[in-house]
């Protein structure tokens, strides 16, 4: 018989999916824009071993399903082992950056087009470009003010027309509520992440890693980022239901069908 084996030693990254030949028993790291040209999560997916000498077929499948943000800090444990302590720290940054964004296209577009009577997927396309316009200047201050803001207001628009009312209001230079705006919030356990936040110094130790001092931060410094970034975001994508882009456009399918 000639039936094709499973990779059965693999890891998945956020840019990568790496497996190990069950033929030549060599390490393959797919990277998936580039060899697999799809960023879908794998369920399976038949590929060639990359050595050479090899080059026989195999099949791959348990990939993470986890959202950007999250597989953003996942990576950072394979950065800590490799003791990459700047990249960990850059990454971090960036999770929360990607976690920002994300949330503000849950509240202000997929949850709006969910509870729209008419769902016009064009109006939703256009308002997904008149808020990347609004925000693609924001950096990671002005990305968590708006996030913050959002929170505080309490209030998702439930059509599309109410969501580009919003999008259009976007502040600019948009600065965190005061801690007393997020005591007003009766959601005493959210509260508690959103101030933890609020409070982290990601951002000011991510610049002094990227400006002109490059600064190497130490492996407490790295490990205590990572768990600070874990304890915020992972809590906050369950409360929130941050789901990514494709869990939300499947989920969006099926109550459409």
């Given amino acids: 018989m000639n039936e094709i084996p499973y990779a059965k030693k693999k ?7 790496v497996a190990q030949c069950p033929w030549c028993e060599q390490e393959c ?3 998936r824009v580039t060899d697999l040209k799809d960023v879908d999560p794998i369920t399976f997916r038949t590929v060639s071993c990359q050595n050479p000498s090899c ?6 499948n348990g990939d993470k399903v986890n959202s950007a943000h999250e597989m953003l800090i996942f990576d950072c444990y394979e950065l800590l082992h490799l003791k990459h302590y700047m990249n960990c720290i850059l ?3 960036q999770a929360y950056e990607v976690f920002f964004s994300l949330f503000l296209r849950v509240e202000l577009l997929y949850k709006p087009f969910a509870t729209d009577p008419v769902r016009d997927s064009n109006r939703l396309n256009c308002l997904a470009e008149q ?3 609004k925000v693609k200047k924001h950096t990671f201050e002005p990305m968590r003010a708006l ?4 929170i505080v207001s309490g209030s998702t628009p439930q059509s599309l027309a109410e969501a580009e009312v919003v999008i259009a209001a976007l502040d600019d230079h ?3 509520p005061s801690d007393n705006e997020l005591e007003s919030l009766t959601d005493k356990q959210l509260l508690v992440h959103l101030k933890d936040l609020k409070a982290t110094v990601i951002s000011t130790l991510r610049n002094q890693v990227v400006h ?9 410094e790295t490990r205590s980022a990572l768990e600070e970034t874990r304890a915020i975001l992972f809590p906050l994508t369950q409360r929130l239901e941050l789901f990514d882009d494709i869990n939300w456009y499947m989920a969006l399918k099926v109550r459409k069908g």
């Fill in 174 to 176: 948009p600065k965190s």
């Fill in 147 to 150: 996030f913050l803001r959002q």
């Fill in 212 to 220: 002109k001092r490059a600064y190497r931060p130490t492996l407490d």
């Fill in 29 to 31: 790291i797919f990277n």
């Fill in 11 to 17: 890891r998945a990254s956020y840019e990568n999916f």
């Fill in 131 to 133: 808020l990347a316009q």
């Fill in 55 to 60: 080059g026989k077929s195999f099949n791959i």
């Fill in 91 to 93: 990454t971090l940054a």
